[in-house]
């Protein structure tokens, strides 16, 4: 533990913990390639911040003062990779000024870089969703939900960066109200709803239980559960239920042969003709419209 | 060489049924992300086509992974398969695959293993008749 390296590695460990305790989950510990308990603890940090900032403005798992809005930034760049242009936010971000002619490549790691090279390369979409990690803070990445696009009549290119900002609300009390009988949803109640969303996750092929047997197996009452549902997830629990099983058998259509009668019965559908109604309404064409069978490449 | 019938390869993996068992095996250097994980899920899928196998998961070439990549294994990955047995040698892939199963959840019984055999006497009972 005493020695340099290790010592160093406990420091990034110590300002990512502190930075997520600030409410920042975006930056990431680099790796060190070595196979040690250190690496362990490193591994677990970077997706435990994953973890929390996908769930963030899921009430149950915000800290206790911060919510996460985002801030835009903007990058335009050239074929070869020159910052041509960018908005002022960027120079805070990136902690310099000297910004303009940099190519992207001194301020993302080499595999980001790789990656953002290969999806201007190759892509044919004009807008294209990744995930990049850039070199901002002493020894720290940032991992950034990024937007590349293309652009109609210049030759650049646009990267829209989404970082999030803490602004300060208080949680300690009641998180909300239910406008239509005042139940009320606290911070504890997440768990239950956890529970419910993974129990559905698992159970596509089954028909999905009544709430009052769901709210039996889960330990709540019905009302908070279909409330509680509706709060953290902006839909009812029956149409997230169908929702998920219609998108597995999509899923299933496109990539398998198997008979449709089968995968309806695999998502939980007793009747093909209430499985065909419900995925034409869905996805606007009929099970045996889909085109199936799609695969990258495989050898024998 | 492989004593088994049907191999199939990807940019990300390579996969073979023997003994009724799937062996599903990630190339050297390989982070789990969404665009790994759809490919690979979607060419085991249209490997098995209809069949349910249990499924020997070699993860000792993963380097990383992220929260997309083992979300979306945990979810469509476990389609036709009916028990993932995990195989990992070093600290930090027991760790990410720990997290995995108590965090990404996924949907049929999955298990942790340093040693293959134990991983092959665990999908033993998870064959389909």
């Given at each position: 533990?005493?020695?340099?390296?290790?010592?160093?590695?406990?420091?990034k460990?110590?300002?990512?913990l502190f930075?997520?305790?600030r409410?920042?989950?975006?930056?990431r510990?680099?790796?060190?390639?070595?196979?040690?308990?250190?690496?362990?603890?490193?591994?677990?940090i970077?997706?435990?911040?994953?973890?929390?900032q996908?769930?963030?403005?899921?009430m149950?798992?915000?800290?206790?003062?911060?919510?996460?809005t985002?801030?835009?930034?903007?990058?335009?760049?050239?074929?070869?990779?020159?910052?041509?242009?960018?908005?002022?936010?960027?120079?805070?971000f990136l902690?310099?000024?000297?910004?303009f002619?940099?190519?992207l490549?001194?301020f993302?790691t080499?595999p980001?870089?790789?990656?953002?090279?290969?999806?201007?390369?190759?892509?044919s979409?004009?807008?294209?969703?990744?995930?990049?990690d850039f070199?901002?803070f002493?020894?720290?990445?940032?991992?950034?939900?990024c937007?590349?696009?293309?652009?109609?009549t210049s030759?650049?290119?646009?990267l829209t960066?989404?970082?999030?900002e803490?602004?300060t609300?208080?949680?300690?009390?009641?998180?909300?109200e239910?406008?239509?009988?005042g139940t009320?949803?606290?911070r504890?109640?997440?768990?239950?709803?956890?529970?419910?969303?993974?129990?559905?996750?698992?159970?596509?092929?089954?028909?999905?239980?009544?709430?009052?047997?769901?709210a039996r197996?889960?330990g709540?009452?019905e009302?908070?559960?279909?409330e509680?549902f509706?709060?953290?997830?902006?839909?009812?629990?029956?149409?997230?239920?169908?929702?998920e099983?219609?998108?597995?058998?999509h899923?299933?259509?496109?990539t398998?042969?198997?008979p449709?009668k089968?995968?309806?019965?695999?998502n939980?559908?007793?009747?093909y003709?209430n499985f065909s109604?419900?995925?034409?309404?869905r996805?606007g064409?009929?099970p045996?419209?889909?085109?199936?069978?799609g695969i990258?490449?495989?050898?024998? | 060489?492989?004593a088994?019938?049907?191999?199939?390869?990807n940019?990300?993996?390579?996969?073979w049924?023997?003994?009724?068992?799937?062996?599903?095996?990630?190339?050297?250097?390989?982070?789990l992300?969404?665009?790994?994980a759809?490919?690979?899920?979607?060419?085991?899928i249209y490997?098995q086509?209809?069949?349910?196998?249990p499924?020997?998961?070699d993860v000792?070439?993963?380097?990383?992974?992220d929260?997309?990549?083992?979300?979306?294994v945990?979810?469509?990955?476990?389609l036709?398969?009916?028990?993932?047995?995990?195989?990992v040698?070093?600290?930090v892939l027991?760790t990410?695959?720990s997290?995995?199963?108590?965090?990404?959840?996924p949907?049929?019984?999955?298990?942790?293993?340093?040693?293959?055999?134990?991983?092959?006497?665990?999908?033993?009972?998870?064959k389909?008749?």
């Open positions: 533990m005493d020695i340099p390296q290790n010592k160093l590695r406990i420091v460990i110590h300002q990512m930075d997520m305790a409410g920042t989950f975006s930056n510990i680099p790796l060190s390639g070595n196979d040690d308990e250190l690496e362990t603890i490193t591994v677990l970077n997706m435990v911040a994953e973890e929390l996908d769930n963030i403005f899921q149950g798992y915000v800290n206790s003062k911060i919510r996460k985002y801030q835009q930034h903007l990058i335009h760049f050239d074929d070869s990779f020159r910052i041509v242009d960018c908005s002022p936010s960027l120079f805070t902690n310099t000024s000297e910004v002619g940099q190519s490549s001194i993302l080499a980001s870089y790789e990656r953002l090279n290969n999806f201007v390369c190759n892509s979409l004009n807008v294209t969703s990744l995930s990049l070199k901002v002493d020894e720290l990445l940032v991992s950034v939900c937007c590349l696009s293309s652009l109609t030759k650049l290119y646009t960066l989404f970082i999030p803490s602004s609300i208080d949680l300690n009390t009641v998180v909300a239910s406008e239509d009988k009320k949803i606290k504890s109640d997440a768990k239950y709803i956890q529970k419910l969303y993974d129990y559905i996750l698992a159970h596509l092929d089954e028909p999905l239980p009544s709430i009052k047997e769901l197996q889960i709540t009452n009302c908070k559960l279909k509680g509706r709060y953290f997830f902006n839909t009812s629990i029956y149409q997230f239920y169908n929702e099983r219609l998108k597995r058998a899923f299933m259509i496109a398998t042969t198997i449709l089968s995968v309806a019965s695999m939980g559908f007793l009747d003709p109604k419900a995925f034409k309404k996805f064409q009929s045996n419209e889909v085109s199936r069978n990258s490449e495989k050898t024998t | 060489m492989i088994a019938h049907d191999f199939y390869e940019a990300y993996a390579q996969f049924v023997k003994d009724a068992i799937l062996y599903f095996k990630y190339k050297p250097n390989v982070t992300d969404l665009t790994v759809k490919q690979v899920v979607a060419d085991r490997f086509n209809e069949n349910v196998y499924v020997l998961c000792r070439g993963i380097l990383n992974s929260k997309a990549g083992r979300d979306y945990a979810h469509s990955g476990s036709l398969t009916s028990a993932v047995g995990i195989l040698h070093e600290k027991y990410m695959s997290f995995y199963l108590e965090i990404s959840k949907s049929v019984p999955t298990q942790i293993f340093i040693e293959e055999h134990e991983a092959l006497n665990y999908l033993n009972q998870y389909t008749k």
